[in-house]
């Protein structure tokens, strides 16, 4: 029996019989109406163990004898396709070609290989800046909400569709991203408003547009997706960028044309003029260590407390999965007989001290390594 499984990057046209380990990172039925819209498709991305992708579609016919056996986040072995080169206006995925299954085609679930990356492979905004002309490729895209505007109706093939536009913070720089259809209903208002600061949004296969002057994104109905705060690693590490985490972002309210904005104050703080703890403290100042100069929070920003190996949501005891730490720095100034406690939060204190709070943890890890003796038995 021949157990070898080929490698993602390596399928070509020239041949039927590969068999490939991977993960469902992506899945959508999609019809086109400017086609046939009696024409149902299954589409997918695949994901295998290199983190090589490729896009696969099933026809309306085999739908049926393939739908109840795939489950997004899953891992699979499956064997016997049809090669065809990857075209198209909105391509999910870079590689040359893509899947069609046929009736021959086989799927067996697998329990002993894991996968654990979302599969999301974000463009960064300088490269999106770049971009002169549309692009067929769809991306994905990470920031922060920092504008909302609720647009009318447009009509859609029609139908009247929802619209709203998005400004997103990220490294420093905003964009515009146009959302469409079903999406809209996680950008309602007063969904977006019970956070204490603005959102993390994780945009997932969406168009870039060219504009007059720019670019910006856009969803494409019944492909694109959006996550608001999703609890996954990949939001930790973009919220604890330095770029990202020397400004502050306010709640989101409504501004005198009922927008949505968020203030960014990252620009207002001016390191220079505290070159470190010792300047801010002066001669009547002094560093509180109690409780401790940090704290953890989860991606919505609130704070996080840990209790045996778990992380709870202080304000209702849900468990947080992925958690960050942020500085709480608290400094009292004596002055004419009085003490009044200050607190530098981590926006500013990660200006302050170059670097963020996971940062300054590896450092101090560095610096002052545990010895391992220490936890033996």
């Given amino acids: 029996m021949n157990n070898r499984v080929d490698l993602v ?4 046209p020239w ?29 997918m991305v695949l994901m295998d163990e290199k983190l090589h992708k490729i896009q696969a579609t099933i026809r309306d016919k085999l739908i049926p004898n393939f739908a109840v056996s795939l489950t997004e986040g899953e891992v699979y072995l499956m064997t016997h396709f049809t090669v065809v080169p990857n075209t198209g206006l909105n391509r999910a995925v870079k590689h040359r070609f893509r899947l069609l299954f046929q009736y021959k085609t086989s799927v067996v679930s697998v329990v002993s290989i894991r996968i654990p ?11 999106i800046d770049q971009r002169t ?54 950008l309602e208002y007063d969904n977006l408003q019970k956070y204490p600061r603005s959102l993390l949004i994780v945009l997932e296969s969406f168009k870039i547009k060219a504009i007059e002057g720019g670019v910006m994104l856009q969803n494409v109905m019944n492909v694109s997706r959006l996550f608001i705060n999703p609890d996954i690693p990949e939001s930790v590490e973009f919220l604890s960028r330095f770029s990202v985490a020397s400004y502050g972002f306010s709640r989101l309210v409504t501004n ?3 927008y949505l904005v968020s203030k960014v104050d990252g620009d207002f703080f001016n390191p220079k003029e505290i070159s470190n703890i010792q300047d801010l403290c002066a001669d009547n100042g002094e560093v509180m260590d109690e409780p401790d100069w940090w704290y953890y929070s ?3 920003g609130h704070v996080v407390v840990e209790h045996e190996d778990l992380y709870l949501f202080d304000a209702c005891g849900s468990c947080i999965e992925h958690v960050m730490v942020k500085y709480g720095i608290r400094v009292k100034i004596h002055h004419g007989g009085c003490a009044v406690l200050f607190v530098l939060l981590d926006n500013a204190a990660t200006k302050l001290f170059g670097k963020t709070c996971s940062e300054a943890f590896l450092r101090i890890e560095e610096e002052f390594p545990v010895d391992p003796n220490v936890f033996a038995v």
Avoid at 138 to 156: C, M, N, P, W, Y
């Fill in 117 to 127: 990356h979302s599969g999301l492979c974000f463009t960064s905004i300088d490269e």
């Fill in 9 to 12: 990057e390596k399928i070509t």
């Fill in 15 to 43: 041949r039927e019989s590969w068999k490939v380990h991977v993960k469902v990172v992506k899945l959508w039925y999609h019809k086109n109406p400017a086609l046939d819209p009696s024409q149902n498709l299954l589409h």
């Fill in 298 to 300: 989860c991606v919505c």
């Fill in 133 to 186: 002309k549309d692009d067929d490729f769809l991306i994905d895209f990470v920031g922060i909400i920092t504008g909302v505007r609720k647009e009318r109706d447009v009509a859609s093939y029609g139908k009247m569709i929802k619209a709203v536009v998005l400004e997103v913070f990220s490294d420093g720089k905003k964009v515009q991203c146009n959302v469409f259809g079903n999406a809209c209903d996680l």
């Fill in 256 to 258: 005198e044309l009922g």
